[in-house]
T-cell receptor, first 114, second 116 residues
C-alpha cells in the first residue's frame, strides 16, 4: 500500500493564480480531509468528506474548494491564491466504521503564495 | 465546541531522562478519543498513542505513556528514557466518538528538544 499520497511536495504561486493539490489513498477509506498547518496554530480542518459525492466544510474553508468523485481521490482547489494561504497542507484519511480507525496523513505540501 | 490546549510551546530534556508534555481539553461529551501525534522535521504526522475515554487504564506504547484524568480533562504524555530521535513537535488531539464523521481537533503543539 502507498498509503496517503500528496502532490506536489512544494509549490510557489503568485497572488491570483489557481492550482489543485492532489491527494489519493489506496486503503479504501471513506473519510478524507484536508488540513492546513501554520506556525503556533496546530492543524486546522479545511474540508472533509465521508464518502464519494459527499463533502462538507471544516474550520477554515474560505478560499478552498473540494470534490470527491471517487473513494480514492480528494483534490483541494485554490481558485485565486492569496498570501494568507501560504501554509503546509496535509491530506488525511481513515475508516469511519469501528473504534480502531486511525487517521493516516500524507507527507504534506508546502505552498508559498507571493 | 471542543477545544484542545497545549500550554507548553517548547520543552527540553536531557537524553535518557523523562519528560512530560501537558494537554488539557474541553468537551461536554462522554465518549471520545484522545491522541498524541509526533511530527519530526520530515513533517510526517505519526500517531504515538491513543486513549479511549471509556477506558480507565492509561495507554502505553513502549517508552510512551499517558496520564488520562477524565474528570480534570487532562491528557499528558510521558516519554521515558528520552532519545535523540524523540525530538519533534508533539500534538495533542481530540475526536468525538459520537459520530463516524467527527473531526479531529488539534492543539497548537509542543516542540520537544533533546539535549545530548
Amino acid at each position: 500500500n502507498a498509503g496517503v499520497t500528496q502532490t506536489p511536495k512544494f509549490q510557489v504561486l503568485k497572488t491570483g493564480q489557481s492550482m489543485t493539490l492532489q491527494c489519493a489513498q489506496d486503503m479504501n477509506h471513506e473519510y478524507m480531509s484536508w488540513y492546513r498547518q501554520d506556525p503556533g496554530m496546530g492543524l486546522r480542518l479545511i474540508h472533509y468528506s465521508v464518502g464519494a459525492g459527499i463533502t462538507d466544510q471544516g474550520e477554515v474553508p474560505n478560499g478552498y474548494n473540494v470534490s470527491r468523485s471517487t473513494t480514492e481521490d480528494f483534490p483541494l482547489r485554490l481558485l485565486s491564491a492569496a498570501p494568507s494561504q501560504t501554509s503546509v497542507y496535509f491530506c488525511a484519511s481513515r475508516f469511519t466504521r469501528g473504534h480502531h480507525n486511525e487517521q493516516f496523513f500524507g507527507p504534506g505540501t508546502r505552498l508559498t503564495v507571493l | 465546541a471542543q477545544t484542545v490546549t497545549q500550554s507548553q510551546p517548547e520543552m527540553s530534556v536531557q537524553e535518557a531522562e523523562t519528560v512530560t508534555l501537558s494537554c488539557t481539553y474541553d468537551t461536554s461529551e462522554s465518549d471520545y478519543y484522545l491522541f498524541w501525534y509526533k511530527q519530526p522535521p520530515s513533517r510526517q504526522m505519526i500517531l504515538v498513542i491513543r486513549q479511549e475515554a471509556y477506558k480507565q487504564q492509561n495507554a502505553t506504547e513502549n517508552r510512551f505513556s499517558v496520564n488520562f484524568q477524565k474528570a480534570a480533562k487532562s491528557f499528558s504524555l510521558k516519554i521515558s528514557d528520552s532519545q535523540l530521535g524523540d525530538a519533534a513537535m508533539y500534538f495533542c488531539a481530540y475526536r468525538s466518538a459520537e459520530s463516524s464523521a467527527s473531526k479531529i481537533i488539534f492543539g497548537s503543539g509542543t516542540r520537544l528538544s533533546i539535549r545530548p
